[in-house]
């Protein structure tokens, strides 16, 4: 069965750290380009970063810019977000997508089911 | 990265068909034949109908078809069913390093 798990949300400070995981199954992980697509509650959807399938082209919304580093590896079938410098406006339901591409992030097929992170004093 | 203009919101009746609209700019939905719609039932995951445009992923009904002109992508879903009642969302490749933007999202109400 093609599947994504993310894990790693949780309630964080402003200002603190956290490290999302996304572990693929079902499908040849390191084939495709893989991506962060998060949405605020009764929000839209935003994309926040993806990377190729190689992990050498990195791609970041100007928003995340400088804060998240999007990183995966294809041995453990598994994408990562490392998210810094947390605030309120990073508060959101955080869905790992795989893209129908080896490079960029023209579609995305495959969803994971969200991990919520909740920024929060 | 403003987000592509999509209605808030559209209905129509069992049977009948109705479109939602997707406007971006020449430096995404006017540029690239990279248009993507997404459906998204309460407390789901996305879920692909339409990507490069016009193309339909297997198992999504023919019912569900894309098209552009110009800076305008659309989406047409013909004889409605209770159970496309969703929202809708249209996301739009931009090139570089810039990714990809959605729209705002349509929420489509079956009466």
């Known amino acids: 069965e093609v599947q994504l798990l993310e894990s790693g949300g949780g309630l964080i400070q402003p200002g603190g750290s956290l490290r999302l995981s996304c572990e693929a199954s079902g499908f040849a992980f390191s084939s495709y380009a893989m991506n962060w697509v998060r949405q605020a509650p009764g929000k839209g959807l935003e994309w926040v970063s993806g990377?190729?399938?190689?992990?050498?082209?990195?791609f970041y919304a100007d928003s995340v810019k400088g804060r998240f580093t999007i990183s995966r590896d294809n041995s453990k079938n598994t994408l990562y977000l490392q998210m810094k410098t947390l605030s309120a406006e990073d508060t959101a339901l955080y869905y790992c997508?795989?893209?129908?591409?080896?490079?960029?992030?023209?579609?995305?097929?495959?969803w994971g089911q969200g991990t919520m992170v909740s920024v929060s004093s | 990265q403003s987000a592509l203009t999509q209605p808030a919101s559209v209905s129509g009746s069992p049977g009948q068909s109705i479109t939602i609209s997707c406007t971006g700019t020449?430096?995404?939905?006017?540029?690239?034949?990279?248009v993507s719609w997404y459906q998204q039932h309460p407390g789901k995951a996305p879920k692909v109908m339409i990507y490069d445009v016009s193309d339909r992923p297997s198992g999504v009904s023919n019912r569900f078809s894309g098209s552009k002109s110009g800076n305008t992508a659309s989406l047409t879903i013909s004889g409605l069913q209770a159970e496309d009642e969703a929202d809708y969302y249209c996301g739009s490749y931009r090139g570089g390093n810039t990714g990809v933007v959605f729209g705002g999202g349509t929420k489509l109400t079956v009466l």
């Open positions: 020449s430096s995404d939905v006017g540029a690239y034949d990279y």
């Open positions: 990377l190729s399938a190689t992990g050498f082209g990195t």
């Open positions: 997508a795989k893209a129908t591409s080896g490079y960029d992030s023209r579609a995305f097929d495959i």
